[in-house]
């Protein structure tokens, strides 16, 4: 049953294949054969490398993802995890291809080419059995969905072994019939078998297979996949006498036609995605081939009580069919999302919430508190913030896994300093756009040293971060907030205290208006982005000096529990924390 795991019916919208189907992706460069193939090496990674990489690599980490590793793989995005081991169903990478294609977060991009079904399939698979990166093919169980593909997918040393009964066709006529719309290679070294693909729908017609038949007896392997293929044309077929494996998907074939096919003694594999078969004639149709080993029934009219019924019917062939949404497998929802391209107002912004599903409940909350499915209220659309706000929010649909919360940071600065200047020296890696960087509305996120954020975190370790504002014309303040990263497992705390200083007139002295002294965490948690607030009597400042202090040591809890994960050289050299601020908010 774990060949249900894919689902498309949720999600209402058809979906683009990419070229090739189920043996396109496996086929390029070095021959593997069944007994070396690798299930993440050669079944899993090939479709990242062909359908992903172009935009998730080192050079090119689109949302900070990068799929050219194992330990990229594993690390994830900036949106998460890729996936969550032995669950392809609330899984982010399985949750994106099957996203409808015009969603902007839709995966691959619209335009470029798509996962196929069978790509998809051995993705989830792969998760469900737990995302495995070193497990041989063979080593799967001889019933597991993963091994049956794989046994389909590559040949066996054995198989290209075999001494075929038939001579080698001429160099000569192999040149001849290959041309831009079909290939034709040998399937190993010194080996009469040939295999056959021809792709090109324009270019294709009835006779571009009547000229195979010269070398009827040496195919082996023919891939006709979308491409306008009729019964009529399984006449000329039924001619390649040593026919083993057959690809008709997306062809416009019937079940009826396929009866041509009952003198291929040796057809061990045929693939039908895609084509509008039904059960009453394919089951008679499968009687006839006696060799047979697996079928492919991806996106046909047959119901999963058809697919039950073959394969009780036929108990030596692999039936590989797809999913048909029956309501009683649901989806897990993704999280929903903010429309605003900035949480950062002066006076009262708008709560955009929305879902890219549609007929979505969300419901949320403002006051810290978890949501409740029943008791949360419901977004309506009409909500204005006011205050700095942290909103809690989950989607919820009938038939559907509730999302996992999504948390929005919502920052009010209605007052804007004329100058800043940085007093002491920032951390050399953390200098951001400097002075320009506290006010700026650009909001950091994690991943602190990466190039696409190194404009957003200023930090300091070996002093204090002292900052002075400046205001033309004297503004009451009597809440200043610093938005901070806290990353204990990599030695990035909050700071121990924040002095507020204060003139009401250029010529007068700094007096101090404020110390709030910060807790020291106790126990390593979560890393979280959040802003602390300073406040104090509504004060009128014509200039405003801001002391954030950096924890001067480290805990002990931090480098006993999670030493393997802390910076070394930050607790063991320097003893004090890093602290790393991205915004300043004044009210």
């Not at 070095?30 to 007994?35: H, R, S, T």
């Not at 007093?423 to 320009?436: C, F, S």
Request: hydrophobic share 40%.
């Amino acid at each position: 049953m774990s060949i249900l795991l894919i689902s498309t019916g949720h999600f209402g919208s058809e979906l683009t294949h990419g070229d090739g189907f189920v043996l396109e992706p496996f086929q390029q460069g070095k021959q593997i054969y069944l007994e070396d193939a690798i299930v993440f090496d050669h079944m899993v990674k090939p479709i990242f490398e062909k359908k992903c990489m172009s935009c998730h690599n080192p050079e090119k980490k689109k949302g900070d993802l990068d799929l050219s590793s194992i330990q990229g793989i594993i690390k994830g995005g900036k949106s998460g995890k890729l996936f969550v081991t032995g669950k392809p169903e609330i899984s982010l990478l399985l949750e994106r291809i099957h996203l409808p294609l015009e969603d902007k977060k839709h995966m691959p991009l619209s335009g470029q080419p798509q996962l196929t079904d069978e790509e998809k399939m051995i993705l989830a698979l792969w998760i469900k059995g737990n995302a495995t990166f070193t497990k041989k093919v063979l080593e799967l169980p001889a019933t597991d969905s993963l091994r049956i593909m794989g046994n389909t997918l590559f040949n066996s040393v054995q198989d290209e072994a075999t001494n075929y009964d038939f001579s080698e066709a001429s160099q000569e006529t192999i040149d001849e019939l290959t041309n831009e719309y079909r290939t034709i290679a040998t399937v190993a070294k010194n080996s009469p078998a040939l295999r056959v693909h021809i792709f090109n729908k324009s270019e294709f017609n009835s006779k571009k297979l009547e000229e195979l038949v010269a070398i009827k007896k040496q195919i082996v392997f023919l891939s006709v996949a979308k491409m306008p293929v009729k019964d009529s044309d399984l006449l000329t077929i039924a001619q390649f006498e040593n026919l083993e494996r057959l690809e008709l998907n997306f062809s416009n074939i019937t079940a009826k036609g396929l009866l041509a096919l009952k003198t291929l003694t040796h057809l061990k594999s045929i693939s039908l995605s895609g084509t509008q078969v039904n059960y009453r004639d394919l089951q008679v149709a499968m009687q006839g081939l006696k060799k047979l080993q697996a079928i492919y029934l991806w996106d046909t009219p047959l119901t999963a009580e058809d697919l039950k019924a073959l394969s009780t019917k036929f108990k030596s062939i692999q039936i590989i069919g797809g999913f048909k949404d029956d309501g009683k497998s649901p989806i897990k929802l993704n999280p929903p999302e903010l429309k605003n391209t900035s949480t950062i107002f002066d006076t009262k912004a708008p709560l955009t919430l929305f879902h890219t599903i549609k007929g979505v409940e969300i419901r949320y909350t403002m006051d810290g508190t978890p949501i409740d499915s029943s008791k949360s209220p419901i977004f309506n659309g009409n909500v204005t913030i006011n205050a700095n706000t942290r909103i809690r929010a989950r989607a919820f649909k009938a038939g559907w896994i509730g999302s996992d919360e999504a948390v929005f940071e919502y920052y009010k600065c209605a007052i804007t300093p004329d100058s800043v200047t940085v007093v002491l020296p920032l951390n050399r890696v953390h200098k951001a756009n400097g002075p320009k960087s506290f006010f700026d509305r650009n909001l950091g996120t994690f991943s602190a040293n990466a190039p696409a954020w190194a404009n957003f975190w200023t930090g300091v370790r070996n002093n204090d971060m002292e900052l002075n504002l400046n205001f033309k014309t004297p503004k009451t303040i009597s809440i200043v907030s610093l938005r901070i990263m806290e990353e204990l497992t990599t030695g990035i705390f909050p700071p121990q205290a924040i002095e507020i200083w204060g003139k009401t007139n250029a010529n007068g002295p700094f007096k101090r208006i404020h110390v709030l002294k910060v807790p020291v965490p106790k126990e390593t948690r979560f890393h979280e982005l959040y802003a602390i607030d300073v406040k104090f009597k509504p004060s009128l400042f014509s200039e405003m000096k801001i002391i954030a202090k950096p924890l001067e040591k480290i805990p002990q809890f931090n480098v006993a529990k999670d030493k393997a994960r802390v910076r070394t050289r930050a607790v063991a050299k320097d003893k004090r924390a890093l602290l790393l601020v991205d915004e300043i908010f004044l009210n």
